[in-house]
């Protein structure tokens, strides 16, 4: 099975700093990689998929890159409505997996 | 638009059984793939299992194979997970997820709300 490795677990940024989170692949997955993001007490939504194609209606600062085993979602200018919880899922194969997450605070 | 809306959950006793359900709305469900997903409280999402859109494949998380079944019913455009043998560690809200299925199904573009499902004697 493909395990999910999400770094950091946690980071602290201001309204327009330029967050990065990166993502890692016990196994290479080629381009099979989303991100999706969390509010709490909401359900996930598709952010990014196919590691670098931006979900219909998701705002232009989001952006993933990566390929095979590591990959990385920027977010260019961190607006108030993006402090969440960000996840990334590998939909290589079954069995799909998730990270364990990133969560983005306020600093 | 895309709807999709989950019932069933509720407090069960251990060793009990369970069956949500997920009225789907605003597009071709005979068409898509659909999956299960679940959130235990305070973790990330874990995928539970997933249906072909004319349900001749199914695939399951290994930690629930034999004691979930996920099913649907195109004539009625709704998607049901059984549960049996319930533990507390699968207490979690249950969400719904539709495949992207213009790109691919093993990716959700769509959740339902939830529902959350605690077992608890």
């Known amino acids: 099975d493909i395990q999910m490795t999400q770094s950091p677990s946690s980071l602290s940024a201001s309204v327009g700093d330029r967050v990065t989170v990166t993502c890692r692949a016990s196994?290479?997955?080629?381009?099979?990689l989303n991100w999706y993001q969390q509010k709490p007490g909401k359900a996930p939504e598709l952010l990014i998929y196919?590691?670098?194609r931006l979900q219909s209606g998701v705002p232009s600062r989001f952006s993933g890159s990566g390929s095979g085993t590591d990959f990385t979602l920027t977010i260019s200018s961190l607006q108030p409505e993006d402090f969440a919880t960000y996840y990334c899922?590998?939909?290589?194969?079954?069995?799909?997996?998730f990270g364990g997450g990133t969560k983005v605070e306020i600093k | 638009q895309v709807q999709l809306v989950e019932s069933g959950g509720g407090v069960v006793q251990p060793g009990t059984s369970l069956r949500l359900s997920c009225a789907a709305s605003?597009?071709?469900?005979?068409?898509?793939?659909m999956h299960w997903v679940r959130q235990a409280p305070g973790k990330g999402p874990e995928w539970v299992a997933y249906?072909?859109?004319?349900?001749?494949?199914?695939y399951y998380e290994d930690s629930v194979k034999g004691r979930i079944t996920i099913s649907r019913d195109n004539s009625k455009s709704t998607l049901y997970l059984q549960v049996n043998s319930l533990r507390a560690e699968d207490t979690a809200v249950y969400y719904c997820?539709?495949?992207?299925?213009?790109?691919?199904?093993?990716?959700?573009?769509?959740w339902g709300q939830g529902t959350l499902v605690t077992v608890s004697s």
């Open positions: 899922q590998h939909s290589y194969s079954s069995p799909l997996s």
């Open positions: 196919g590691a670098s």
């Open positions: 196994q290479s997955i080629n381009v099979y």
């Open positions: 605003g597009f071709s469900f005979s068409r898509n793939g």
């Open positions: 997820a539709k495949g992207k299925s213009d790109y691919s199904n093993y990716v959700f573009d769509y």
């Open positions: 249906i072909r859109n004319d349900g001749s494949n199914k």
